[in-house]
């Protein structure tokens, strides 16, 4: 069974400029997570879905950054514009339905943007 | 909201030897404790998690410890090999139906 796919892998982009990070969770999972990593330090929520519905955006900067999970399975997450602070690792995650708080976290490998 | 420590941020140890990371937490309602393990440029995964109902949870040379009171809880990992080199990240639930993550420690096996 294939796990949590994320594209793109790497991203370098200039600042100001615009950037989308896609996610296919695993096949079943109604809870997607976009968690954001900055180097050394651990996994920060940015949003999380139930379905389609985003449940819990309260972390996610909406001056900047936007999702979308249109029916409920693959997610979108966009920067514009994109700051120099924004480098980081974007991680997707997913889980069964509201498993992601009591039960295993499936990751995908990240995007890892560089903004110059 | 929920605050999650984690120390230390690096630990070095011999092959063979224990290495102990240590996690608080500051929600008294959290009630799931999972610990990630981060290998170099790859995604977290799940070694070993821990509910609140329980005091301590073996799985082959990995264990954990929960202290409730104490808002604390331990990874050990006995007989280090190379291949536990790795950034641990611990994690607590909170009301917000998702998990907060420590700072990570990352851990030297040497040979």
């Known amino acids: 069974e294939a796990g949590v796919v994320q594209s793109p892998r790497y991203k370098i982009i200039e600042k100001k400029q615009p950037v989308a990070f896609w996610c296919n969770p695993i096949s079943g999972h109604n809870t997607l997570y976009w968690y954001l990593q900055n180097l050394g330090q651990g996994p920060e929520l940015l949003i999380r879905?139930?379905?389609?519905?985003?449940?819990?955006d309260s972390q996610l900067p909406k001056d900047r950054f936007s999702a979308e999970r249109l029916k409920g399975v693959d997610s979108t997450l966009k920067i514009q514009p994109a700051e120099l602070g924004d480098s980081a690792v974007y991680l997707c995650?997913?889980?069964?339905?509201?498993?992601?708080?009591?039960?295993?976290?499936?990751f995908g490998e990240g995007s890892r943007l560089t903004v110059l | 909201g929920e605050n999650v420590e984690q120390h230390p941020s690096t630990l070095s140890v011999q092959e063979g030897d224990s290495a102990v990371i240590k996690c608080t937490y500051s929600?008294?309602?959290?009630?799931?404790f999972p610990w990630y393990k981060q290998e170099l440029g790859k995604r977290p995964q799940l070694i070993i998690d821990i509910r609140s109902n329980v005091g301590e949870k073996k799985d082959q040379r990995i264990a954990v410890t929960l202290n409730k009171t104490a808002k604390h809880f331990s990874l050990h990992i006995t007989e280090t090999q190379p291949e536990d080199s790795a950034v641990y990240f611990c994690?607590?639930?909170?009301?917000?139906?998702?998990?907060?993550f420590g700072s990570g420690t990352r851990l030297q096996v040497q040979p």
């Open positions: 879905y139930e379905n389609e519905e985003a449940v819990d």
């Open positions: 929600d008294s309602a959290s009630n799931y």
């Open positions: 995650a997913s889980s069964q339905a509201g498993g992601g708080a009591t039960g295993e976290l499936f």
């Open positions: 994690a607590a639930n909170t009301g917000r139906r998702a998990l907060t």
